[in-house]
Structures are given as C-alpha cells and as structure tokens.
C-alpha cells in the first residue's frame, strides 16, 4: 500500500511539471460600431450602378477583424518548444463566421521555436504582405493602406512554410513560402491558390525601425503575375520600403509600395498593371489612454487607371486595458478616370463593389468600439 501511494504521488507530480511546461491560450477581439458613408453605388446587385446614395450602417471590422483563437507552447528541454495557433474571424454585428467552410480562416499553423534560433511553422497564415501592419498609422484599419491597392496587402495564405529569425544586432529575418499543391509549381487550375511567397528583412533600434519587403502572389488559374479581374490588385509582385520613427509622444510612419503584374491579356481600359503606392502618417500619444492620428494614402495606375488620395483623421481612447473607443473621419478623392473607395473593394463599378463612379469622391466617418481578450 506504501509503495503505490508513493507511486501515485510520483505520478501526480510528473503530471504537475508536464503541465507547467505546456500552456493554452484562448484569446479574441470583438470590433463593432456604426459607419456612414457617401457616393455608395446603387442599382441592381452586381450590376453596373446606376446612381448613388448614401448609408448608414451598423459595422464589424472598421477599425480591426473581429477574431478569435487560440495558441500553445511546450517545451520540449534543450531551449526548443513546440508551437501551434489556430484563429479565425467573424462578424461582431452577425455572429457568422468567416464563411467557405474554414473555421480558422486566418491561422492553422503548428511548428518548433527555439530562442536562439528562430521559429519555423507549417499551415495556414496571414501572408506576409500584412506586415505593413507596423508602419501604417491605421494599422491596417478598414480605410487605410489596403484601401487603395484593392486588399492586396492583407490576405490570407495556404500551404504555407515560414520562418521567424531572432533579432540579433537590431536585424531580423522572416521569410515565407507557399506551395501551389498543383502539378505545376507556380499553379495551373487544378488548386484554389498558385504559388506565394516572400521575405523581408527589419531593422529596430530606440530611435527608429525600417523595413525592406519583396513578395508575390500567382495567379491559381495559370501561375502567372496577373489575370483578368482583379489583375494586378490580386496576383502580382510587390515592393515595399516602410520606416517609424519614434519622437516621444509621437511616432512618424511612412512607406513606398511598388507593385507589378506581368503577362496579362485582355486587360480593361483603366485596369493597371503597374502601382505605385504610398502613404505618411503621425501618431500622437496625448495621454497614456488618448492616441490622434492623421494620414495620407495615394496611388497611382497606368494604363488610365488614374490616381487616387485618402485623407483620413482619427483616434481611440482606452478605457481600460482590454477596451477602447475609436473613430475615424476619411476622404478618398480620385482623379478623373479613377473610382478607388474607402473600403478595399474589388476592382470595377459594380453595385456590389461599392466604389463610386470614376471622379468622384466618397466620405465616411466611423465610431465603435473594441474589446480585446
């Protein structure tokens, strides 16, 4: 009887330290507000508009995605851990979910870190495009530095290896690549997604960090840079040079994208092939609990796509920790032959798109609130 109490207690205690060394996090974030907006197209849905109007809407997402999700660590000795992550998005005002059938539409990764070495994962992840999300004044708001290149810098990618370097010296590396899981490497119409992938290095340091990018998305259809549609906003490579500079109460962020598609047919008078994307912005922090935020986003197209500029104010405030109000004021003005909206929105002049006639301009201002956990 001694020795299988003295057993059970050896048991309960290597259970003891097995779980000390493993650890689940569940964690989320709810975004919700209302939104209005102007030179919204009106007609029949996915026709071409036939007017405009104006909206008032209740709105998730404006200022941030409304996700969910949960990660882990154990250690498995030697200073190497095993890792995992699943998240996936959805619809504060709704309660749907991100839809097609994928629960964890925005990570499924699993991997090995070590501190000395970096992190290595396999699975589903943002692409590495997101990673603009350090040097945006919005941080990737819903009218920010997506708006204006269509979404192009804020998609999810499949089939995903990445890797993750320490910061040594200030430097650090990541670097990912996506397979097509086609027959032919770049993608031939057989798989939802062609080949991705890309790399950036970053530089850090108390007064100032910069940030050189490369990545590119093939089209799944035939693996080429381009395609009709969405063309160059979808499937094309991108150059990106982006900084912060930290000035006390005040942090200056900018940034220069080049993004180029190539062998596309068929393209659509004002369709581009070639962007040039850019955008400057100041960060004021008032108080500990009080940011103000001023920004300019621009682009400009060939092929008579035109140019467009986003003027855009705004802020947040904390209540707490976990909790902040936020609002936002912006203005897309767009050349004569351009019709960029405030929203990332497709390509076209669509009813469903909602972007405003070529010329014109559209206006919105958002207020909500953002509970993080």
């Known amino acids: 009887m001694k020795k299988a109490l003295l057993a059970s207690a050896a048991l309960l205690g290597f259970s003891a330290v097995a779980h000390a060394q493993s650890s689940v996090t569940l964690y989320g974030r709810l975004d919700a507000g209302l939104e209005y907006m102007n030179g919204v197209p009106t007609g029949p849905a996915d026709a071409p508009a036939t007017g405009s ?79 603009v999300w350090d040097f945006d004044p919005f941080g990737q708001s819903n009218w920010s530095s997506a708006s204006l290149v269509r979404g192009r810098n804020w998609p999810q990618s499949s089939n995903n290896i990445s890797y993750q370097s320490p910061k040594i010296a200030g430097f650090d590396l990541y670097g990912q690549y996506a397979l097509s899981n086609a027959t032919n490497w770049n993608g031939n119409g057989t798989t939802p997604q062609g080949r991705e992938g890309g790399g950036a290095i970053t530089y850090t340091n108390s007064l100032f960090q910069i940030r050189g990018m490369y990545d590119e998305i093939r089209n799944p259809g035939n693996g080429s840079l381009g395609g009709v549609g969405n063309g160059v906003y979808g499937y094309s490579r991108e150059y990106s040079a982006m900084f912060n500079l930290f000035l006390g109460q005040f942090k200056v962020q900018g940034a220069y994208q080049a993004i180029r598609s190539s062998g596309m047919t068929n393209v659509l008078p004002g369709q581009p092939t070639t962007l040039d994307h850019e955008w400057g912005g100041v960060t004021w922090q008032a108080t500990p609990a009080a940011a103000l935020i001023a920004a300019v986003y621009h682009v400009n197209g060939n092929n008579g796509a035109g140019n467009a500029t986003i003027y855009t104010v705004g802020g947040s405030y904390n209540l707490s920790k976990r909790t902040l109000l936020d609002l936002q004021v912006a203005t897309v003005q767009n050349s004569k032959s351009a019709n960029y909206g405030l929203n990332a929105n497709n390509y076209g002049t669509a009813t469903s798109t909602d972007n405003p006639f070529p010329g014109h301009s559209q206006t919105g201002v958002y207020v909500g609130i953002q509970h993080s956990f």
Not at 122 to 127: I, K, M, T, W
């Open 53 to 131: 109007s104006h909206r008032f809407k209740a709105e998730s997402g404006d200022w941030g995605t409304s996700l969910w999700g949960m990660k882990g660590v154990e250690d498995l000795g030697g200073g190497y851990r095993a890792v995992f992550q699943l998240e996936g998005s959805f619809n504060t005002m709704t309660g749907a979910g991100p839809g097609g059938g994928s629960l964890f539409n925005r990570w499924a990764t699993v991997g090995m870190a070590n501190s000395n070495f970096g992190t290595l994962l396999l699975g589903r992840e943002l692409f590495i495009s997101n990673q």
